[in-house]
């Protein structure tokens, strides 16, 4: 029996796929500032045997949708918007081995900072830091972090490109696994002869000198990508040991799937060696019938407008400005052409308006929603699981410290008794959690592995 | 009488002042990696009434002592090095009132990522988040972090002054107190015409939108800043809360110390709403005897071309190039006039060598050390405080887990007894700690208040 990987699906602020769900009297997304909420998330996904919590984040403001963000700021989409990197330490320190997954745009970031903060994390949770690599189309973020304009979408891979050798450099190959040697009586803490310097000078980024950090348990964080587009999915093939996508459409859904086992098999890895989790809601009670109403009463504070909004960012095309029943055709536009395509393309025989996509979207409180007792959320997922060929789920955390409990209480039993879910955590690092396999550095056929010295 | 502001000094990572002191048996620095090092050490400052725990940092490698970083590795000076940030949420998690000061250097920052970094930890820990602002001299740093050249120090300032502006923007101006609104009738979680878009483009940064954060309970975090060369100062003088100084010269601290009180009354501040802090290290045991015991046996550890080749960095010179008993006239070097300074004019009548430079410091485990009994150190405490016109101390961890659990347990009862160290704290940030004012925001005269919406 194929064991279902389960992620917790968040962001650090309010808004996130559910937009307008805020209004809901139980909501307490609102808590995202305080220790005490993140502490409390975390510990339930443990309870739960998560693999991890992935953590969303963006970039920049939702602001294309009529051109301004006043309502990204109305109807709190993903704003206000903290970090996701600072409550690590603190969940880590009340749990034992629920892994964190990590959002980072590379576009935005130094690697040798960025690297440095990643190992960080790795030596202070023992090994349990995943990291969900993007290179972020959000206009915004150009404007406030840098860039005269948004690197156009291609660039953004090939910045990517050299990120990743980069920091593999700096994880890999800069220390070698026996640098540090303590011995007191030669006055040698590191033996200089074991720790490389990268002399890296490539077209976006020069690092010359050594890493800082000594060798984590993983090195080189768990690796997470999330971009269905045909870049992002040869990026995934090469970098990737999970991969996390949303589809409302499950023959779409199945035919990304297999075009990325294929590209990774083209790779020359093991194409079940990335783990793709699809991204799905649940809304579950005692009985069906509960379920039903529970779910009632949750959708109906979904907001329409919101939902426009929110699409209109992540596709970078602003609704406001369309007939919002003429069909959309393909458009092309600089990198979101995936999300386009779970609308227009992967049901060919339908064409969409920017309405429908809405109203469908609206009618999710994030990726595929499952609505029923246990039994019938645990049969509806395990089908998902084979028709679309998954290894496991991100589970959106809608209706924050209500949404995961709810699911660790009533599911992961049910999923359990299956034996689909595990009863104790394998391994104790998130490399372990997710790809099954002992020992908690890359596989050696890992693109990353190459940057080992011998 | 004048309490005493307690300040715990730290690097995340293992050779910080003493260096070679790691090869004590029972120095358990190596220990920096995991969260059970930082809770304790964090439970143990809060236990003592600290204001802080004060995390110095590095941006590059020690590398100038024979040209390369070789003494650095095997020495372990500054190496290796976590990014301090990461912990802080654990170890709020574990206390109430400890604040939690970062030094980190503008140069190579994106001040919205940053600022972003900053309010989420000020939310997580409740206020309790104070920046050192720093530029950072280190050479290194500038290889690995996207400069060619090291940015010279009078353009660093300029850098940093434009930093400053942005961020204040970022913090103060940018979301008015009453934008959060969570009006569920209306639909609006955060009033769009309450928040304001930066537009800012300068000479250097260019930061367009408005901040992705909700404000924290400081906005602003506590400011430290720690340089002491003339441009230092009067940055110092318009921007800092609080001033670390670290001057193994008493006059010449004094010199100092007054010198920075003058430009903030001169910038129109209260001279005394900046506070100052020297940088000392204690070795405390119940009677002098077995302090001066103790000392021995810590002081022998000590390495002279550890301290030599860290001096080297901190300087930028390289000694390993210099006759080390031809008396150093004086070297005008980029930015680290004021730390030869120490040594070759506080004390006008004397001339050094650097070996003497070395010895001298290599006699210290970092700032002045006090040696004695509790009431000998307290003694010190308070005439070092008086000679200097002081308001507090950063202390030193050299010896990690002991050093500091030996000043709370021995030196603070006698501090408390003599009206010197709060029982208790009064206020709930770290600036109400520091500035001994009630109200966790920046005062109305500070430059940064100057950055607020009506």
Request: hydrophobic share 40%; glycine share 8%; aromatic share 8%.
């Amino acid at each position: 029996m194929k064991r279902i990987h389960l992620n917790g699906f968040k962001i650090a602020g309010v808004g996130h796929t559910a937009i307008g769900l805020w209004r809901h009297p139980d909501n307490q997304a609102w808590r995202y500032k305080t220790l005490e909420y993140w502490i409390e998330t975390a510990k339930t996904l443990e309870a739960g045997k998560f693999d991890s919590l992935f953590m969303a984040d963006f970039s920049g403001i939702a602001d294309v949708y009529g051109g301004n963000a006043d309502a990204a700021f109305r109807e709190a989409i993903h704003l206000p918007l903290n970090d996701p990197m600072l409550a690590i330490s603190a969940m880590a320190a009340a749990t034992s081995h629920l892994g964190f997954g990590l959002t980072v745009a590379t576009t935005y970031e130094q690697p040798y900072s960025f690297a440095r903060r990643m190992t960080t994390l790795d030596h202070l949770t023992n090994g349990r830091i995943g990291w969900n690599i993007v290179t972020s189309a959000v206009g915004s973020a150009a404007r406030n972090l840098g860039y005269d304009h948004q690197v156009p979408h291609d660039e953004r891979y090939a910045m990517a490109d050299e990120f990743m050798d980069v920091v593999y450099k700096l994880w890999e190959g800069s220390w070698q696994d026996d640098a540090v040697v303590m011995d007191r009586e030669r006055n040698v803490f590191i033996e200089p002869r074991k720790v490389h310097a990268l002399q890296h000078e490539g077209k976006y980024y020069r690092v010359l000198d050594a890493f800082m950090c000594e060798p984590s348990p993983q090195r080189t964080p768990a690796l997470f990508q999330a971009g269905a587009s045909d870049k992002g999915k040869a990026f995934a093939a090469r970098h990737a040991e999970a991969v996390f996508l949303v589809n409302p459409n499950v023959p779409g859904l199945r035919r990304t799937v297999d075009e990325i086992r294929q590209l990774t098999a083209q790779a020359g890895r093991d194409p079940r060696a990335v783990k793709i989790m699809a991204g799905i809601s649940v809304i579950v009670a005692p009985t069906d019938k509960e379920a039903q109403e529970k779910a009632a009463d949750q959708m109906r504070f979904i907001s329409l407008t919101g939902t426009l909004a929110r699409q209109a960012s992540l596709m970078q095309l602003d609704f406001s400005k369309m007939d919002l029943d003429r069909p959309l055709e393909y458009i092309e536009t600089d990198g979101i052409r995936s999300a386009m395509e779970r609308f227009t393309r992967n049901d060919p025989e339908r064409t969409w308006t920017p309405r429908q996509v809405a109203e469908t979207m609206s009618r999710s409180a994030g990726g595929i929603t499952i609505i029923g007792s246990p039994a019938t959320v645990a049969d509806q997922m395990e089908e998902l699981l084979e028709r679309a060929d998954l290894d496991g789920f991100n589970i959106n955390d809608h209706m924050p410290l209500r949404t995961l409990p709810d699911f660790v209480e009533l599911v992961v039993p049910e999923l359990q008794q299956r034996g689909r879910v595990w009863r104790a955590y394998e391994g104790s690092t998130l490399r372990e959690s997710i790809t099954g396999q002992p020992g908690p550095r890359l596989d050696a056929r890992h693109y990353g592995a190459g940057f080992r010295k011998p």
